[in-house]
């Protein structure tokens, strides 16, 4: 159901909701074909909303769906864990790499 690229969005998208290029601007290292598998997969799990604005040009827009809205307490502990381990999580890296 998530990938690697899955939290950000929705840490993006819990705040408010966005266009592909502004992910890609404020997610600068998801590539746009990463990023656009991710959004489908979300979509398709009910997780996100794929909006179609009505403007010229028209955009989409993605927003957290009220399934999706569900889902912001365990991924605000994910990343508050994440980032409180972010130094030993840094070492094993280095370990490992170093390793090779």
Do not use: H
């Not at 705040?15 to 990463?34: D, Q, Y």
């Not at 927003?63 to 409180?84: D, M, N, Y």
Request: charge should be positive.
């Amino acid at each position: 159901m998530l990938d690697k690229w899955s939290l950000p969005v929705l840490n993006e998208l819990c705040e408010r909701p966005a266009r592909f290029n502004e992910l890609r601007r404020v997610i600068p290292s998801v590539t746009a074909k990463s990023l656009a598998a991710t959004l489908k997969r979300l979509e398709r799990n009910g997780i996100v909303d794929r909006v179609v604005v009505g403007t010229r040009p028209v955009a989409v827009e993605y927003r957290i769906s009220p399934l999706g809205k569900t889902l912001r307490p365990p991924v605000e502990v994910i990343l508050a864990w994440a980032e409180a381990q972010m130094p030993l999580i840094e070492q094993a890296r280095r370990r490992f790499d170093d390793a090779d």
